[in-house]
């Protein structure tokens, strides 16, 4: 199955809509440098959950081992490792 930015960031939005909704944030604010912990839209726990839902939806394994923690909690940074995991998959 070949997964694209656009799949990856549509399911990373409706994933966190609730919790981003909740802090005020638009869908739209949602990309690029957002940092999802950072912002705190999603704690640690939660971010392992998304990394778990990412996972089965787009039946890939993500490899955290030498992926700086603080990039991947960005949305832009999230979707490349996706993106890099759908290729090695």
């Known amino acids: 199955m070949s997964v694209?930015?656009?799949q990856i960031?549509?399911?990373?939005?409706?994933?966190?809509q609730e919790p981003a909704q909740?802090?005020?944030?638009?869908?739209g604010e949602l990309e690029g440098d957002f940092d999802l912990v950072g912002?705190?839209?999603l704690d640690?726990?939660?971010?392992v959950e998304l990394l778990g839902a990412i996972e089965?939806?787009?039946n890939v394994?993500?490899?955290?081992?030498g992926v700086?923690?603080?990039?991947v909690t960005r949305v832009g940074g999230l979707i490349g490792v996706v993106l890099a995991a759908s290729r090695n998959g």
Not at 44 to 47: A, E, I, L, N, V
Not at 61 to 65: A, F, S, T, Y
Request: hydrophobic content about 35%.
């Open 4 to 6: 694209t930015e656009q």
């Open 9 to 16: 960031s549509q399911f990373i939005r409706e994933t966190v």
């Open 22 to 27: 909740r802090l005020g944030l638009t869908l």
């Open 39 to 41: 912002s705190g839209v």
């Open 44 to 47: 640690s726990m939660r971010f």
């Open 56 to 58: 089965q939806r787009f």
């Open 61 to 65: 394994q993500i490899e955290l081992d």
């Open 68 to 71: 700086d923690i603080e990039t």
